[in-house]
């Protein structure tokens, strides 16, 4: 089994950053990458970003480019989601999840095997 804990959420006014954090844990974690989604009230939760963990491709959704920039450090199995320039639609609970193959889309979250508990990012205007 795979764990992941998510940390770095907070409350934060609309132009501010918070750094969140996915850490990794069990025996079986040998992802093929992370990728980090979010689920704002009442809506499906959506595509944010990926990184494969090899070779460290990333991509992004059109709504966070320029602004979110995913990382990760192998050796700690952690995953990191930066996030500049926050608007109140970034408002959302934040999941990082793990997919062990590549298969399927990057941006559905049904393709993904494991998920944390989700970390809140609240965005004041």
């Known amino acids: 089994q795979v764990q992941l804990v998510e940390s770095g959420g907070g409350l934060v006014q609309a132009g501010g950053s918070l750094r969140l954090s996915c850490a990794a844990s069990?025996?079986?974690?040998?992802?093929?990458?992370m990728g980090w989604f979010r689920q704002a009230p009442g809506k499906e939760r959506e595509f944010v970003a990926l990184i494969s963990w090899s070779g460290g491709t990333t991509y992004y959704a059109d709504s966070v480019k320029g602004r979110f920039t995913i990382s990760r450090d192998n050796a700690k199995n952690t995953v990191y989601l930066q996030v500049n320039s926050l608007k109140p639609e970034d408002t959302a609970v934040y999941y990082c999840a793990s997919r062990t193959y590549n298969i399927g889309s990057y941006y559905n979250k049904n393709d993904y095997n494991y998920w944390g508990q989700g970390t809140q990012v609240t965005v004041s205007s």
């Open positions: 069990g025996r079986t974690f040998s992802p093929y990458a």
